[in-house]
């Protein structure tokens, strides 16, 4: 091992130790363990985390984190089948599941941009591969991914707050290629009866739709429908969630405009980004670069990588953003002062580290704490 590996590898050991120390006993990730209003259990965030530790081999915890969100969604099984009976009726923002919860899985006190609907796709996309992966039942899950899978069939298509939490009034692309890989997977387990997995099969359908169409300007995907802005997000609709092909020209004129105005190595969000000044953030690198991966540019992924490990403070705790050449400098202090430094650790940027590194062939199950604990019992 040269040591220049030894010194990612090094890293992504850290990464699991951290996910690990910092994960909830009943299951819950905290979005960040140090910073104020992240230390809350996001599905977004969560599902990209237990999706890296199924992969490297941390099965357990990838488990402990989908039977959390099992018991959300059945404890709000009233709550999303009286939201599906008042479908097209005036119901009010708040009253949607919300994006982040306590770690015990209660609602949160303070207000927050909560109608987001994107997590409730990504964690059964991430459940329904680690099953695949470690020949896990569905069975225990069957009840809250019906639940998920009617509330998004019912609700696609309402503007929502976006990955970013911002632009409620609009539909974002990487919100509904979410939804959409969520469905499309639970579509596809088996584990739904017969009319719910064809409602899903024809919602996936209008989501690709409107992806080709509505979303589209110019030739590449637009930040959300209406708008003609690009959003690094967007990367999410061809990698990881293949809601359109990676190898389309709708992919690769798409990839060439975040590549060209967002991505020099870390990854803005978008342009007109102002939250903590815009700077480059360390998930976004990861899946940019799990695209790279996918289209068969290693040396760009490699160097993502590469990026991400950089931005590790001496404990070896990677923030969310990088504030070097923040897009808009003079709207840094706002943020610090209304929610302290930048958010560090950030366990979703650890866990794309970690998914990176795994797509690049550079670690896999054998980092796994829970592999270790399983060899030696
Ligand atoms: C980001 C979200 C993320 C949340 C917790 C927000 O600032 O915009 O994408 O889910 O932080 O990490």
Redesign the pocket.
Same mark, same amino acid.
């Given at each position: 091992m040269t040591n220049e590996l030894g010194d990612l590898v090094a890293l992504a050991r850290r990464s699991v130790d951290l996910i690990t120390s910092f994960q909830d006993v009943g299951g819950a990730y905290p979005?960040?363990p140090t910073f104020p209003v992240?230390q809350f259990s !996001?599905f977004?965030?969560g599902a990209f985390i237990a999706d890296a530790m199924s992969r490297v081999g941390a099965q357990r915890s990838a488990d402990a984190f989908f039977d959390w969100c099992t018991r959300v969604l059945r404890a709000r099984r009233d709550q999303v089948l009286d939201l599906i009976a008042r479908k097209g009726t005036n119901i009010e923002r708040d009253e949607f599941l919300p994006?982040?919860y306590t770690l015990g899985g209660s609602d949160t006190a303070e207000q927050w941009w909560n109608f987001q609907i994107d997590g409730y796709g990504t964690w059964m996309w991430a459940l329904i591969q680690h099953s695949k992966r470690h020949a896990i039942s569905l069975e225990p899950y069957r009840e809250a991914l019906e639940l998920s899978a009617q509330y998004l069939c019912a609700f696609w298509s309402l503007p929502c707050f976006d !990955?970013?939490?911002e632009h409620p009034g609009e539909v974002h692309p990487s919100t509904i290629a979410a939804v959409s890989a969520g469905l499309r997977a639970a579509a596809s387990s088996g584990v739904l009866g017969a009319p719910l997995e064809s409602q899903c099969n024809t919602v996936c359908a209008e989501i690709e739709l409107v992806l080709r169409t509505d979303a589209v300007v110019d030739g590449h995907l637009t930040k959300s429908v209406g708008r003609t802005d690009t959003d690094a997000s967007l990367i999410s609709c061809f990698t990881p969630f293949e809601t359109l092909d990676s190898a389309s020209d709708l992919s690769m004129s798409t990839y060439a405009r975040i590549a060209h105005e967002l991505a020099p190595d870390g990854v803005h969000r978008y342009l007109a980004d102002t939250?903590f000044g815009g700077g480059r953030w360390v998930v976004l690198a990861g899946f940019v670069g799990w695209h790279e991966v996918r289209i068969g540019n290693i040396e760009a992924a490699s160097r993502r990588l590469r990026w991400m490990h950089d931005q590790a403070t001496g404990e070896g705790f990677l923030p969310?953003q990088v504030l070097t050449h923040a897009l808009h400098p003079d709207r840094v202090a706002e943020w610090v002062q209304r929610w302290g430094p930048v958010?560090t650790p950030?366990l979703?940027s650890h866990a794309m580290y970690l998914t990176l590194g795994c797509e690049l062939g550079l670690w896999g199950s054998e980092l796994s704490t829970d592999a270790t604990a399983r060899s030696s019992s």
């Open positions: 979005a960040s992240y !996001w977004r965030d994006t982040r !990955w970013w939490e939250f969310e958010a950030l979703w």
